[in-house]
């Protein structure tokens, strides 16, 4: 399977035609925000990366505002961060409290469970989606960061981390994108907190990475039927009991392989993978054609022949639409 066909989706307003430019990205961008034109220069041209529990967009925009109201934001399920880096122009922010600039450098964070407005009469950004999870494994806590600026001379690290993934993420195994996940938490901690690793922070710390060393190794074996507990007892040293409680926050480990493969059987249908669906579920470790649909509909609202039927009439536009809500689901 193609990496970055998995993992990359695309939007320029340039290539449409004038009248259906503003109304295709208010329909791509309306799962966060309402999107307004805010001048005859209208134009987003945008690429979007899937990384492990995080989504990156590097954006170009002109004369163009969203909006994240009070009862959106109570009301569609979002709740994860989102780290806006700005490259170059002018972008502002209103929480509440009137618009402010963030300049060229710094790293504007946003709480998706709190109202905003933004408007870019001309800037490239770079957006990182965290889920909120991030965010308090980095500072401890995901209270008080909304509308919070990260100064360049604080946040540069953070910084260059982000624009080189913007450069480079989309190359990455999901294997490598766990172990990129913790750079990024780590990263943020520096630029967040003075003294980052705290002793409890340090705690935390460790119990992730060792998690993500099995979360990257479960990836990397994902099509063997031997998968589970007792493999992953042998190949780490870890107790059962130590197991089932780090996969606790997924519904425990057997849930979460099981959720991976299902993925990864939706990673293979939007790809256009052409075998039969029960041969695709049994390369991924999926052994029962009918148990695998039936779970399937449970996670994903319809079958898989359903689900690759739909892949097959829509457009490239209802593609970046439908990547774009299965990608934000994930981060909840």
């Known amino acids: 399977m193609d990496q970055e066909s998995r993992a990359f989706l695309g939007f320029d307003s340039a290539a449409m035609p004038l009248a259906e430019r503003f109304d295709a990205y208010h329909a791509l961008y309306a799962p966060g925000a309402d999107a307004m034109a805010t001048g005859p220069d209208f134009t987003v041209a945008m ?24 009862s959106r934001a109570s009301r569609d399920g979002l709740d994860h961060f989102t780290l806006t880096l700005v490259l170059q122009g002018e972008f502002h922010v209103d929480i509440g409290d009137g618009f402010r600039r963030v300049s ?10 709190r109202p905003m407005r933004n408007h870019a009469p001309a800037a490239h950004v770079l957006t990182l989606s965290l889920a909120r999870s991030g965010l308090i494994a980095a500072t401890g806590s995901a209270e008080g960061w909304h509308g919070h600026i990260v100064p360049r001379e604080r946040g540069f690290l953070l910084a260059d981390h982000i624009a080189s993934l913007a450069r480079h993420g989309a190359l990455l195994s999901p294997a490598s994108l766990m172990a990129i996940g913790r750079v ?5 901690g520096v630029a967040l907190t003075p003294s980052p690793w705290r002793e409890s ?5 460790m119990h992730a990475e060792r998690r993500d060393r099995v979360r ?5 074996r994902l099509p063997d039927p031997a998968l589970g507990p007792d493999m992953l007892v042998a190949r780490f040293g870890l107790s059962r009991a130590t197991l089932y409680r780090d996969f606790g926050p997924w519904g425990g480990l057997a849930r979460y392989i099981r959720d991976q493969r299902l993925e990864r059987l939706r990673e293979r249908l939007s790809t256009g993978d052409p075998r ?5 579920a049994e390369s991924v470790g999926l052994e029962h054609e009918g148990r695998a649909s039936d779970s399937f509909r449970k996670r994903f609202g319809q079958r898989p022949g359903a689900y690759r039927r739909m892949i097959v009439r829509e457009t490239s536009l209802d593609g970046v639409n439908r990547r774009m809500d299965e990608w934000q689901a994930e981060l909840r």
């Not at 922070?201 to 710390?205: G, N």
């Not at 990257?216 to 990397?220: L, N």
Request: proline residues 4%; aromatic residues 6%.
């Open 104 to 113: 060229p450098g710094d790293i504007l964070m946003i709480d998706m469970l």
């Open 276 to 280: 039969p669906i029960g041969e695709i």
């Open 184 to 188: 990024t938490v780590d990263l943020l």
């Open 201 to 205: 922070l340090d705690h935390d710390r």
């Open 47 to 70: 690429r979007g990366w899937r990384l492990d529990r995080a989504l990156l967009y590097d954006r170009r925009l002109a004369d163009v505002a969203h909006v994240r109201d009070g």
């Open 216 to 220: 990257a190794f479960i990836a990397e």
